[in-house]
């Protein structure tokens, strides 16, 4: 099984950046598609990323395209998401989580990490 931590969310006003780690212990990234995921207060979750999707490059939702890149640091076993041009509505508690990517969407799988806080101020 893979441990996941997420570290790196904090607070920022409207335009910064910020970079989220995802730090797997337990195995490797080898083995494991590592994607992130957001929930916001009232809202449903959203596949934000996915390393890999099915058709061979990586996922991003249509709300991030352009300004969210995701990568991986296999040398460090971690999964990096930096976040340009950040909005407000991008406020959410990120999740990175083993995940399948798909054309318009991602699917989470069974591995969790605990969340961490992005807060984007006008």
């Given amino acids: 099984q893979v441990q996941l931590v997420e ?3 904090g607070l920022v006003h ?3 950046s910020l970079r989220l ?3 797997a212990s337990g195995s ?3 083995y494991y598609n590592i994607g992130w995921f957001r929930q916001a207060p009232g809202k449903e979750r959203e596949g ?3 390393s890999t999707s099915i058709y061979g490059g990586p996922f991003y939702a249509d709300s991030v395209k352009g300004r969210f890149t995701i990568s991986t640091d296999y040398a460090k076993n971690t999964v ?3 976040m340009d041009n950040l909005k407000p509505e991008d406020s ?3 999740y990175c989580a083993t995940c399948v990517g798909y054309e318009n969407y991602a699917t989470a799988g ?3 990490g605990q969340g961490t806080q992005v807060t984007v101020s006008a």
Avoid: E, P
Wanted: with cysteine; glycine share 16%.
């Fill in 7 to 9: 570290s790196g969310g």
């Fill in 14 to 16: 409207a335009g910064g």
């Fill in 21 to 23: 780690s995802c730090a």
């Fill in 28 to 30: 490797t990234l080898d």
């Fill in 48 to 50: 934000v990323s996915c």
């Fill in 80 to 82: 990096y998401l930096q």
């Fill in 92 to 94: 959410a508690v990120y």
């Fill in 110 to 112: 069974d591995f969790w």
